[in-house]
């Protein structure tokens, strides 16, 4: 039986690392948001029709694929709270894995917006994520962002019965990792470092 964990909050709020160290600790497959978005862009251009209906195409595949082989992952994604179809997604997400007996677990992310804009720079977040290193370009995306959307739930506000909030602004990504695992006491998977992170 499948798990799925969603990570979420704004950009360059830490969810890729934080998810990479959660990944090295409970052995679960990582899947990030951009994972989808730098090869469907790659194909078929950037924010075209073309590479929107890919990038939903390969999330699915993946999500129903890890459904039928038991593989738990890890996922990291970028919500606007005030929009409907959002919910809907999620949702759908949920029902997808714990129709076949898998747990569905939801962690918010915040952090400062100063703060955000210090990680947006980062060596490995520009490594891992090549639509970001037009740095003038996402810091403006970013702060764009955050006046366009409500990219973090209201205080008291929770979408699922698992919805863990976490302010990691002063938190290193593996302090924020075992507070996860501690909230949802995360068991590691007996399982070769190959099966979950291969050619990291």
């Not at 052995?27 to 939903?56: C, K, L, V, W």
């Not at 999330?59 to 593989?71: C, I, L, Y």
Request: aromatic share 12%; proline share 3%.
């Amino acid at each position: 039986m499948a798990d799925l964990i969603m990570i979420t909050g704004p950009q360059a709020v830490g969810k890729m690392t934080v998810a990479e160290s959660l990944r090295d600790k409970i052995h679960y497959n990582f899947m990030m948001n951009h994972d989808s978005i730098e090869i469907s862009d790659r194909i078929f251009g950037f924010d075209t029709p073309a590479q929107r209906d890919f990038n939903g195409i390969f999330r699915e595949k993946a999500f129903e694929t890890a459904v039928k082989h038991d593989v738990s992952m890890i996922f990291t994604y970028l919500c606007g709270f005030e929009m409907p179809s959002e919910r809907e997604y999620l949702n759908s997400l949920h029902d997808m894995f714990t129709a076949n007996g898998g747990r569905f677990f939801f962690v918010e992310l915040s952090a400062d917006l100063d703060e955000r804009i210090r990680r947006n720079e980062t060596e490995h977040r520009l490594q891992r994520k090549p639509s970001k290193q037009d740095i003038e370009w996402s810091r403006r995306d970013l702060i764009e962002s955050a006046q366009r959307h409500k990219l973090n739930s209201d205080e008291g506000e929770y979408w699922f019965e698992n919805h863990l909030k976490i302010d990691n602004t002063y938190l290193s990504p593996d302090e924020t990792a075992d507070m996860i695992i501690k909230e949802y006491d995360l068991k590691p998977l007996d399982r070769e470092e190959k099966e979950y992170r291969y050619g990291y």
